[in-house]
């Protein structure tokens, strides 16, 4: 198989999937050279390199989903969640994340993006939104390359709900702003089905012989 028939491949196999659990198909270090292969290889504005990877496996990733699971019967005991969404709705929900077997978190450390908003300041109103793109781009090639290691995995958004908390439990600079969570486990069910609007209204090519 070309290379290019690998990449597209892996971008067709990376779905969203809900139920996963917790058999591992690899090794951590896999997923650890993932992981730092991310990091030193997907690309920002001006490299400033502000996006920051947390992993979170096994135990620790239980511990996430149990925090989660803590800050929404906090909202629930002020009134802010009504107890039958967090019964029926929210806490399903978490106790399926719960069941995966770990959870990448995404991060953009500010401090690494201020000083190019005062070096370059014609692009000062662009480096926000770049860094969310190139975290974004982070979050595409692990969800991918999760998958071709054997992974199912979602994204999810509990941000900024839990970043204090969070922060707290692994000693992660406050300053960091949390923007997705990858949760990542093994595949206990395929993904759902995708409808896919016509590529003509998406794509135009020009110049095509
Ligand atoms: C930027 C972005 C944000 C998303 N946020 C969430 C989310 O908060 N919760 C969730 O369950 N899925 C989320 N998703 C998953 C999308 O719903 C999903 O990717 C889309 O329906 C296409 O399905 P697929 O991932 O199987 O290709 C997000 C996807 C993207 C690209």
Redesign the pocket.
Known sequence: MSTTDALVQAAQSR??IYKLGKNSPVADSKIEELVNAAILNVPSSFNTQSTRLVVLLREEHDNLWDITIETFKGLVATGAVPEEVFQKQTLPKLQGFKAAYGTILFYEDPAHIKPFQEKFATYKAHFEPWAEHSN?MHQYFLWTGLETLGFGA????YNPLIDAPVAQKWNIPTEWRLISQLVFGSPEAA?GE?AQKPIEERVKIFGKQ
Do not use: F
């Open positions: 779905r969203t974004a979602n994204l999810q958004h993904a995708k």
